[in-house]
Nanobody, 123 residues
Framework: QLQLVESGGGLVQSGGSLRLSCAASGFTLDAYAIGWFRQAPGKEREWVSCITSTDGNSFYANSVKGRFTIVRDNAKNTVYLQMNSLKPEDTAVYYC????????????????WGQGTPVTVSS
């Protein structure tokens, strides 16, 4: 059974850091593009970042560019989202998603989703 499990969320003060993990089981991540998304209360889900499978290219939403870094560790079958300089507006449930995809850019749609991990940034 293909499964993604996020972890690492929690409560942090503004300006602090968190590292989210997205661990895969039942399949190997190296052939999958991985995306991170978030959904704040009362808002639609938004894309945050992604990393390709083939080239390891990374992409970021403008709202997080320069503060967040996505990294994949194929040996651990895990993708990380390092979040620095966190702001209250980063508060949301963060989801990782995967899709078997070999392009140099990230796909628009994903086929596998985790259950999410909550992040709360206090001011």
């Amino acid at each position: 059974q293909l499964q993604l499990v996020e972890s690492g969320g929690g409560l942090v003060q503004s300006g602090g850091s968190l590292r989210l993990s997205c661990a895969a089981s039942g399949f190997t991540l190296d052939a999958y593009a991985i995306g991170w998304f978030r959904q704040a209360p009362g808002k639609e889900r938004e894309w945050v970042s992604c990393i390709t499978s083939t080239d390891g290219n990374s992409f970021y939403a403008n709202s997080v560019k320069g503060r967040f870094t996505i990294v994949r560790d194929n040996a651990k079958n895990t993708v990380y989202l390092q979040m620095n300089s966190l702001k209250p507006e980063d508060t949301a449930v963060y989801y990782c998603a995967a899709r078997y995809y070999s392009g140099s850019f990230c796909p628009r749609e994903y086929t596998h989703w985790g259950q999410g991990t909550p992040v709360t940034v206090s001011s």
